[in-house]
């Protein structure tokens, strides 16, 4: 399994902007659907974002459409969520996640197709 390992997380104002990245440790990354969900304090952990082995798919969450940007870049290794207009409610700990076994145009959104999970990282906006 492909280890991941996320960063850029911290604390920033209501409707400011945070990028975060999730680098993998194999070359296989590209073989790898990728995933963001977040936990906050009291709650299950939920889908943010996804997209698929291609690239060419996305899943957002409701709650964050129009805010949040999820992309890869293969030759990196490396997958990114690009978070705007944060919001309090945004606040919790962020884990990217890798599946290996979907198709290449699908992005997964549940929980369970992830295989691969990295440690999060903590944001949190103040309002």
């Known amino acids: 399994q492909v280890q991941l390992v996320e960063s850029g997380g911290g604390l920033v104002q209501a409707r400011g902007s945070l990028r975060l990245s999730c680098t993998a440790s194999?070359?296989?990354?590209?073989?790898?659907?990728m995933g963001w969900f977040r936990q906050a304090p009291g709650k299950e952990r939920e889908i943010v974002a996804a997209?698929?082995?291609?690239?060419?798919?996305?899943y957002y969450a409701d709650s964050v459409k129009g805010r949040f940007t999820i992309s890869r870049d293969n030759a990196k290794n490396t997958a990114y969520l690009q978070m705007t207009s944060l919001q309090p409610e945004d606040t919790g700990v962020y884990y990217c996640a890798g599946d290996p076994a979907s198709l290449y145009y699908y992005a997964p959104t549940a929980l369970n197709e992830y295989t691969s999970w990295g440690q999060g990282t903590q944001v949190t906006v103040s309002s």
């Open positions: 997209i698929s082995r291609s690239g060419d798919n996305t």
């Open positions: 194999a070359r296989t990354f590209s073989n790898y659907a």
